[in-house]
T-cell receptor, first 116, second 112 residues
Framework: EAGVAQSPRYKIIEKRQSVAFWCNPI?????LYWYQQILGQGPKLLIQ????????DSQLPKDRFSAERLKGVDSTLKIQPAKLEDSAVYLC??????????????FGPGTRLLVL | AQTVTQSQPEMSVQEAETVTLSCTYD???????LFWYKQPPSRQMILVIR??????QNATENRFSVNFQKAAKSFSLKISDSQLGDAAMYFC?????????FGKGTRLHILP
């Protein structure tokens, strides 16, 4: 079974530029999560999708971050414009829906973003 | 507001010995899930063990076990017979219907 795929793995941009990250979850997984992991901290949930609907985006900075999950499969996370403090690893995870929130999350390798 | 605290930023243990990582959380909820995830250097985060709050029995997965004290809001992870491959960041996570909170992590070093 293929794992969660993310691209790109690394991205360096200048502040005020735009950037987009892509995630392909495990086939059949209904729930998809985007996390921001700043160096030395634990992951912080940005947005959670169930199929193609948003379950929780309360910690997503909506003035600059946006995310979509078309057709309930792949997802993209966009930052426009980027700030220095957006430098972090962006993790995507997916989980099946069988046990709801108690289900294991499967994480991708992450995208490491550096904003200069 | 719910919080998750991992009070040990770093720990070291001799190979084959036992180590316990601590995690405390604050919540007024009665129904939630607790997880330990492992993040090896430059590798993906993977599940170590999970615990449903309504279960009194502590979860066990091979060399990994938890000590879940619901009243004390404590969820520690015990690793027995530590191996070099156990070296990683370990994150405690608290999850409910509307909250997902990870602790800051504990970096575990295994000494040969």
């Amino acid at each position: 079974e293929a794992g969660v795929a993310q691209s790109p793995r690394y991205k360096i941009i200048e502040k005020r530029q735009s950037v987009a990250f892509w995630c392909n979850p495990i086939s059949g997984h209904a729930t998809l999560y985007w996390y921001q992991q700043i160096l030395g901290q634990g992951p912080k949930l940005l947005i959670q999708f169930q199929n193609n609907g948003v379950v929780d985006d309360s910690q997503l900075p909506k003035d600059r971050f946006s995310a979509e999950r078309l057709k309930g499969v792949d997802s993209t996370l966009k930052i426009q414009p980027a700030k220095l403090e957006d430098s972090a690893v962006y993790l995507c995870a997916s989980s099946p829906l069988w046990r709801g929130v108690g289900e294991t999350q499967y994480f991708g390798p992450g995208t490491r973003l550096l904003v200069l | 507001a719910q919080t998750v605290t991992q009070s040990q930023p770093e720990m070291s243990v001799q190979e084959a010995e036992t180590v316990t990582l601590s995690c405390t959380y604050d919540t007024s909820e009665s129904d939630y899930y607790l997880f330990w995830y492992k993040q090896p250097p430059s590798r993906q985060m993977i599940l170590v063990i999970r615990q449903e709050a309504y279960k009194q029995q502590n979860a066990t997965e091979n060399r990994f076990s938890v000590n879940f004290q619901k009243a004390a809001k404590s969820f520690s992870l015990k690793i027995s017979d530590s191996q070099l491959g156990d070296a990683a960041m370990y994150f405690c996570a608290y999850i409910t219907d509307d909250k997902i909170i990870f602790g800051k992590g504990t970096r575990l070093h295994i000494l040969p």
